[in-house]
């Protein structure tokens, strides 16, 4: 557990939080994939422009570079989207080895997408230089690209936060805690067995502080008793002498 970089995020649990950074892959990759497809568009239609980017005339000479460059990210952002709705749907299931080697191979894939994705923009808005403030839409897309890239990162540390949670859970035995809820996090799970462990405890002392209560109000109420008999006793033997 010493390994896991999150044990939840923001005010979600680490079960939840992973299943919202599926959700927001699968929008992000799918705009990512259309601002691509447009530019592309512009690239290789010569009737198709788009207001507010660099002009067609003045990068005709790494067409070919952009041509490439955009139909891989395509390619990768239409990846994401597919991997990310699998892995969503993957996380519903209660088998925690499927869950492990899903979260695996897709924070895998985040990484390499994170690094091809952050390639491809520095060699795009470096040979852009200035007139990426300039241009509308390429503005758009560059703070886009910045965004997506630090959210991609957290995203990335949350599924490889879930896998360290999910191999703990299953290393200690925890899915199989009666009454705990399986879909917490693992410091939500201890955080509620603690609770009703020390519930049980408490339980406990109260049933012995009223069991010792009892017997102790037992034995003043027989030494009452014992005490009025002797009375008694002495009342008699001193009538009859």
């Known amino acids: 557990m010493a390994r896991c970089a999150l044990t939840q995020c923001c005010c979600f649990n680490l079960h939840t939080a992973t299943r919202a950074c599926m959700i927001y892959i699968m929008a ?4 990512a994939g259309l601002l691509v497809s447009l ?3 512009d690239i290789l239609d010569d009737k198709f422009s788009i207001q507010g980017t660099f002009k067609t005339e003045f990068r005709v000479h790494i067409n070919d570079v952009m041509t490439a460059l955009n139909s891989v990210m395509i390619c990768a952002h239409l990846f994401m989207f597919f991997l990310a709705s699998l892995t969503l749907a993957v996380s519903q299931n209660e088998d925690t080895k499927l869950n492990v080697c899903m979260l695996l ?16 923009g520095m060699y795009f808005y470096t040979w ?7 241009n509308a839409f390429i503005c758009f897309n560059w703070g886009f690209w910045i965004l997506r ?11 490889h936060s879930r896998i360290i949670d999910l191999k703990f859970q299953k290393k200690y035995d925890l899915l199989n805690m ?7 996090s693992t410091a939500s799970m201890l955080s509620s067995s603690m609770r009703s462990v020390a519930g049980q405890q408490h339980i406990r002392a109260m049933s012995s502080q009223r069991l010792y209560a009892s017997r102790q109000s ?5 030494r009452s008793l014992n005490i009025s008999r002797s ?10 002498f």
């Open 28 to 31: 992000s990759s799918l705009v």
């Open 39 to 41: 530019d592309l568009a």
């Open 105 to 120: 191979f897709c924070t895998v894939s985040m990484c390499l997408y994170i690094l091809i994705e952050f390639a491809v």
């Open 128 to 134: 852009m230089n200035y007139h990426i403030f300039i």
């Open 149 to 159: 890239t630090i959210m991609n990162i957290v995203c990335a540390m949350v599924t």
């Open 178 to 184: 009666p009454g705990v809820n399986h879909s917490l």
């Open 218 to 222: 037992l034995q003043q109420s027989s």
């Open 231 to 240: 009375q008694q006793s002495l009342n008699k033997s001193a009538a009859n």
